[in-house]
């Protein structure tokens, strides 16, 4: 029985490698396939490659510590998955229509064409960099982890950490999005799958059930189930700051656009509402997971262990490493897409309009390739040498990226903005981030988190800076708008 | 004189409007300070702690709705 979990894992990732390399075979080597999938995507492929991006490894060992932790705080995941399905329909779909219409690849092609300005296009691109690779490194963590636990420590962190982005970078290789997208499918039904029966399981195993967890948490633990519970932060400012911070940082992460892009059809982004709303139903067993670890291990001194070490050593051995799979498959299926997207970032946003402008779509392509293996080597490297820095760094992650919101906003529903306000916001939002994340002693100001300051400060700066400044032109300003009403 | 440049916020139908509505409390339902009200253990539903079932019930509606629209009133 000691070699099954190993079958298991192994299983799954030679399951990830044939998907990839069938994607392969459709491929044809532009850099519009490459990156955007020659926007070909159906619609079933496009939500499971907007949900599988979406739930991380975050998702899946970070919801069950937090309900562990702060009790009742993580259920505003609910909440700000419906804020995430709307804004598919809202800005999605808007995105989508943009790039269709002008051929963009990367979100710095729709920035710096809007706002005619290739510095701003070129600050959208470093702030998504940035704020992606910390983000990164935390699905390898997590990822190396879990396929650590769930072959019982046969392969060790390091090695399970290599062999996780070598399997990344093989079918992404050979496939570019069209095999990330395709691997999404299996790997967002797992992760879905893995946390709620894995929730469920756990919960029968530790205490006999939901309906008797929810009793017993009432008897033993009742100041998890309100707000002010265990710990301060489990408050509302913590709570409001996750709803609005944590949805709109991860939609406008680059590995978003680019599944955006690569949409075939436009009516696609109302169908993925209800369906990104209702998948978010797993985060039951999330809830029924870390609630349940509170009476299998009660003092856990790291919480976003709670589901594996439950599952390990309450269920049996073969059903732990399946939803340890589903674990791995929430790392991977972020950490491909992020890895894709940086590379994507550098070729087209860097390298093509910087450096060598005029060549062949093959030796884009290639570039593309060569940055796989660069990004993923960077993760690596962070994830072996110094964790604990950029964890730090990652809580600022999905805040950092959000700051892209008031330009993009002004894009599509203010013709006034101006690429200077574009400019100054984004400046301001970012100075702000760090700011407040990093300055001791302001912290996270009033308990809002520093993405939240970031985007007040964004905004006025934005809406300040471009009535201050010399409008767009207006035909271009005209033209980009008659396209997104097409 | 210039053409001015057509740019809509606001749904055109009432449907649209009933659905924007609709997502504005729901947003207002889940977040503070209405949530506060929702902030407490009893009374139980099916078993499971008010705040719990609040959510969840709020949740099932926004996902309904949507549904709604999507095939009905989003095109």
């Known amino acids: 029985m000691e070699y099954l979990p190993i079958v298991i894992i192994f299983g799954y990732l030679i399951a990830l490698l044939i998907i990839g390399l069938l994607a392969a075979k459709k491929s044809i080597p532009t850099a519009a396939d490459f990156f955007v999938a020659n926007r070909s995507i159906g619609l079933i492929a496009t939500f499971f490659g907007l949900q599988a991006t979406w739930w991380s490894a975050f998702a899946f060992l970070g919801s069950c510590g937090y309900f562990y932790s702060y009790g009742t705080l993580y259920l505003t995941a609910f909440g700000w998955n419906v804020l995430f399905a709307v804004s598919m329909y809202v800005l999605g779909r808007r995105i989508w229509k943009a790039g269709k219409a002008f051929n963009f690849i990367s979100p710095a092609d729709m920035f710096s064409h809007y706002y005619n300005s290739k510095l701003a296009g070129l600050l959208v691109t470093i702030i998504m960099a940035t704020f992606t690779v910390p983000y990164l490194q935390i699905q390898l963590a997590g990822g190396g982890y879990l396929f650590e636990v769930a072959t019982g420590g046969a392969i060790p962190y390091w090695a399970a950490a290599v062999i996780f982005y070598v399997i990344i970078v093989i079918y992404t290789w050979s496939g570019g999005l069209r095999a990330i997208i395709w691997t999404d499918i299996l790997q967002g039904a797992m992760l879905a799958g893995g946390l709620l029966i894995g929730g469920l399981a756990v919960s029968y195993a530790v205490v006999g059930g939901p309906g008797a967890l929810f009793e017993r948490m009432i008897s033993d633990y009742p100041q998890w189930l309100t707000f002010g519970g265990p710990v301060p932060y489990n408050n509302y400012a913590s709570w409001f700051s996750l709803f609005i911070v944590t949805p709109i940082g991860a939609m406008l992460g680059p590995q978003m656009f680019l599944k955006i892009y690569a949409a075939k059809d436009e009516n696609y982004f109302r169908y993925v509402v209800p369906m990104l709303c209702f998948i978010t139903f797993p985060y039951f067993g999330s809830m029924l997971a870390g609630w349940s670890g509170l009476f299998a291990f009660p003092k856990l001194a790291t919480p976003d262990k709670v589901f594996p070490l439950t599952l390990m050593a309450y269920t049996p051995l073969v059903f732990a490493s399946f939803v340890m799979a589903a674990g791995l498959a929430a790392a991977q299926s972020t950490a491909d897409g992020q890895i894709h997207a940086c590379s994507m970032l550098l070729t087209r946003d860097i390298y093509q309009k910087f450096i060598r402008k005029d060549k062949p779509e093959q030796h884009y392509v290639l570039f593309g390739r060569i940055m796989l293996i660069v990004f993923a080597a960077i993760a690596l490297f962070f994830a072996l040498f110094a964790p604990g820095y950029l964890v730090t760094i990652g809580a600022v992650a999905l805040g950092g990226t959000a700051q892209i919101l008031p330009p993009l906003l002004g894009m599509f529903f203010w013709p006034r903005s101006t690429k200077e306000g574009c400019i100054a916001g984004l400046l301001g939002g970012l100075i702000t981030v760090v700011v407040t994340q990093f300055t001791p002693g302001f912290v996270n100001p009033l308990g809002i988190f520093s993405g939240i300051w970031g985007l007040l400060v964004n905004s006025i700066l934005f809406v300040v800076v471009s009535l201050a400044t010399k409008p767009l032109p207006i035909e271009a300003v005209r033209a980009f708008h008659k396209a997104l009403q097409s | ?75």
Do not use: D, H, Q
Not at chain 2, 12 to 17: D, F, N, Q, S, Y
Not at chain 2, 28 to 55: D, K
């Open chain 2, 1 to 75: 004189m210039e053409e001015k440049i057509e740019i809509r916020i606001l749904p055109k139908t009432l449907a649209g409007k009933l659905v924007l509505c609709f997502y504005i409390v729901y947003f207002a339902m889940v977040n503070p300070p209405v949530i506060g009200i929702a902030s407490r253990i009893y009374p139980t539903v099916l078993g499971m702690p008010f705040l719990v079932a609040w959510v969840l019930i709020w949740w099932l509606l926004a996902g309904v709705v949507a549904m709604v629209a999507a095939w009905k009133v989003w095109r």
